[in-house]
């Protein structure tokens, strides 16, 4: 009778890691001949076959097979499987090591499916990272999997989000007769597992998770390739031609899931050109011409480009623009929307390239004294004179009027929004490298780049931008969707330039102190840029609306939906035209779109009988549109917090909630507190807004919780405690 489960173990090298992964397999309650372990000594150098053959002399579950020629990862794999008999095969790394537990946890599912109608194809398992200092860390994709349909067996388009987990082969227990079906192999160098794993998960009629750490995953261990620079690393390009032969010979599979194993694949091509230590530095040339190579081979007909940063990185390695690319990364001045052709991209791309020398400049300024009276504002990418960095501003310039400020804007568009009496420098400019060398003071409610260095006796206040309902910071590494990307230790460099941190309320404390870990000064002072709110007067609100063209009498509805991570910067969730109609002529609906977009909101022509429609997402100040309406309509924006302090109604619209609270992560169940009435369909949101103030006692917990520092006077406190204030 054959084995339930072949377990097949590559070996070469890792004499110091194979006894404790040998003595892993173990299975109490196994039966005899149920299990079969094939190790493949790949011509180790060291000690590694004769620690195989004392073990297998001691367990006869183990064969030992001895290379003449060593073959690599994937070439060992080969020959292990060509001997497996079980009905499912599982590839553990020799290096890595199985729980307690596990092997009795694994065979207890695979009896299961062996008996089922439509057994599973393949078994996807939990794992952690295991690091040199014993630390653990959980699976960073375990939210797109516990509690998804792959708990109960699903295919890969009805949860193809498990695209965008890893895709490694050791948390994979295939089903072998399924497996050589498939006619693929494993490839020769790094990443040789991707070109089995992807097909395998696309043409399975069935995948199934098994909700339990079973995989011990050793992180940063000498000579893995995650931390080895090598050539080897352009071995991903020949995977990745297999997987699309796969899919070539396979087309079934569909165009939605090719579009996102190529989106995938080059993702992983160009964070492992990014990454610093891996691609050497005399082939990085050749290396990013193989991404520009396989993007175009591989691109899938009708395509569209991704919204954000990612977008704009891949038009530039589309268009194969190296230095282009090179320049953008280096100076982090890649722009924060998408932008609608190549042609619209070129002239930012230009200017970037044009000013390669201004670094030489900036090393020059830095050689001059620090100008203790010179302080730096920026806010949003230097998008312009906004939020809490805007509010600071005016406040210092009535309590210390000796420090001369100077705002940071990207282009002279920029620069006539601003009002009349605010200097500034344009980016990039000689006068902007003077200033960044030689301020006392830099404000900013996201990161200056990280090419200019915090000199000694500078100050840095960071201001951030909005209460996190979503996770911040470190806490992206469980969400690697919505962090996209993003380098971690990147980050903590930036935190390490704070020396102070701004907060709106005790929960933003508490989440920033850990998302955000440094030795910066937690300032508890609510935001600057809500003291306008707390202030406010009926005159103010009066002629605003009255500026935006809203009618006396007309209900003022601002509907401003936030960021959704890899769908763009505007995710219209509400049907504009159908709730202009609902709402009738007694209302304004005043829609603005994320600050990350640029498309517009598209036709917002409504009828005689409807509610006035009016795109205000280019309106320079939010607060303006806060004090203008009457009510907010909006579903996981940071806008909501803001708003509270002004007691007015708040309706949320949230018919993705699951899923977003999945992908991106909350710090809080938005839908258990929320600030007014909660609406998941378009009918629901209609009769909230028509019935006025539906949820006024929700809104007074709400503003209880995140408001209890709106008192007008946050931009004293932050001015009086990081400037030198005179009297």
Not at 219 to 239: L, V
Not at 521 to 527: A, I, N, W
Not at 681 to 691: N, P, S, V, Y
Request: net charge neutral.
């Amino acid at each position: 009778m054959s084995p339930l489960l072949s377990i097949v173990l590559p070996v070469h090298g890792v004499e110091r890691y194979l006894p404790q992964c040998l003595e892993s397999l173990v299975a109490a309650s196994a039966a005899p001949g149920e299990v079969e372990l094939i190790a493949v000594d790949d011509l180790s150098p060291d000690g590694c076959g004769a620690i195989l053959d004392a073990h297998a002399a001691q367990d006869e579950r183990l064969r030992v097979l001895h290379l003449t020629e060593n073959q690599g990862l994937g070439g060992a794999r080969t020959a292990g499987l060509a001997e497996a008999t079980g009905r499912y095969v599982w590839f553990v790394d020799s290096d890595d090591w199985l729980p307690p537990g596990t092997l009795d946890a694994v065979l207890a599912e695979l009896r299961t499916e062996r008996d089922a109608e439509h057994p599973a194809d393949v078994l996807l398992t939990d794992f952690l990272h295991v690091y040199q200092d014993g630390g653990t860390e959980p699976n960073p994709w375990r939210h797109l999997l516990t509690g998804s349909p792959l708990v109960e067996g699903c295919t890969l388009a009805e949860h193809p989000a498990l695209l965008t987990a890893v895709m490694a082969v050791w948390n994979k227990v295939f089903r072998r007769d399924y497996l050589l079906d498939l006619d693929v192999a494993f490839g020769r160098g790094y990443y040789e597992d991707i070109s089995v794993t992807y097909p395998a998960l696309l043409a399975a009629g069935r995948l199934r998770y098994l909700d339990r750490p079973c995989y011990a995953y050793r992180r940063g261990r000498p000579g893995a390739i995650t931390n080895t620079a090598s050539p080897k690393h352009a071995d991903a390009f020949a995977q990745y031609d297999a997987i699309f032969a796969f899919l070539d010979r396979h087309p079934e599979v569909g165009p939605a899931l090719r579009t996102l194993v190529f989106e995938r694949t080059v993702k992983q091509a160009v964070t492992v050109y990014d990454t610093p230590g891996l691609v050497p530095v005399g082939m990085r040339a050749e290396f990013f011409q193989r991404i520009t190579g396989h993007f175009r081979r591989h691109r899938p007909a009708g395509y569209r480009f991704p919204g954000g940063v990612r977008g704009l990185q891949y038009r530039l390695v589309a268009r194969g623009a190296r230095r282009s690319y090179a320049e953008l990364r280096r100076t982090g001045q890649l722009p924060r929307t998408v932008r609608r052709s190549t042609r619209a991209v070129a002239p930012a791309v230009r200017k970037a390239v044009r000013g390669s020398a201004r670094f030489t400049a900036y090393n020059t300024f830095r050689r001059l004294p620090l100008d203790e009276n010179l302080a730096v504002y920026a806010a949003y990418w230097h998008r312009g004179y906004a939020c809490n960095p805007a509010a600071i501003y005016r406040k210092a310039r009535e309590l210390a009027p000796q420090i001369r400020g100077v705002w940071v804007v990207e282009d002279r568009a920029r620069a006539a929004t601003l009002p009349p009496d605010v200097p500034y420098v344009l980016l990039n400019s000689p006068a902007y490298l003077r200033a960044m060398a030689t301020a006392k003071y830099f404000v900013n409610n996201v990161n200056f780049p990280h090419t200019m260095v915090k000199r000694p006796g500078s100050v840095h206040l960071q201001t951030q931008h909005g209460t996190p309902l979503k996770t911040m910071g470190m806490d992206l590494k469980e969400f690697p969707v919505a962090a996209d990307g993003m380098d971690f230790e990147r980050l903590l460099e930036a935190v390490s330039r704070w020396d102070y941190l701004v907060s709106s309320n005790p929960h933003t404390s508490e989440q920033f102190a850990r998302a955000f870990p440094g030795g910066y000064e937690m300032l508890d002072t609510g935001y600057p840029r809500n003291d306008r709110l707390a202030l406010a007067t009926p005159e103010e609100c009066a002629a605003l609306r009255e500026g935006l063209g809203i009618e006396p009498g007309s209900t003022a509805v601002l509907y401003a939906p936030t960021h959704r991570e890899a769908q763009g910067g505007y995710v219209p969730l509400a049907d504009l035209r159908e709730l202009a109609q609902r709402l009738g002529p007694g209302f304004t609906l005043l829609v603005r779109t994320h600050y990350f977009h640029d498309g517009g909101v598209g036709d917002l022509t409504a009828g005689p009988q409807d509610a006035r429609v009016l795109d205000v997402s280019d309106h320079p100040m939010v607060e303006d549109l806060f004090l203008a309406s009457d009510v907010l309509v909006t579903d996981y924006s940071s806008m909501m917090f803001d708003y509270a302090v002004l007691d007015r109604p708040i309706a949320l619209f949230t018919p993705d909630w699951d899923e977003y609270r999945r992908v991106r992560g909350v710090y809080f169940d938005l839908m258990a507190e929320p600030p007014g009435a909660v609406a998941t369909d378009q009918d629901q949101l209609a009769e909230a807004l028509l019935a006025g103030d539906p949820e006024p006692a929700a809104r007074a917990a709400f503003r209880k919780r995140f408001c209890p520092w709106d008192d007008g006077g946050a931009a004293e406190r932050v001015v009086r405690r990081v400037f030198p204030v005179r009297g």
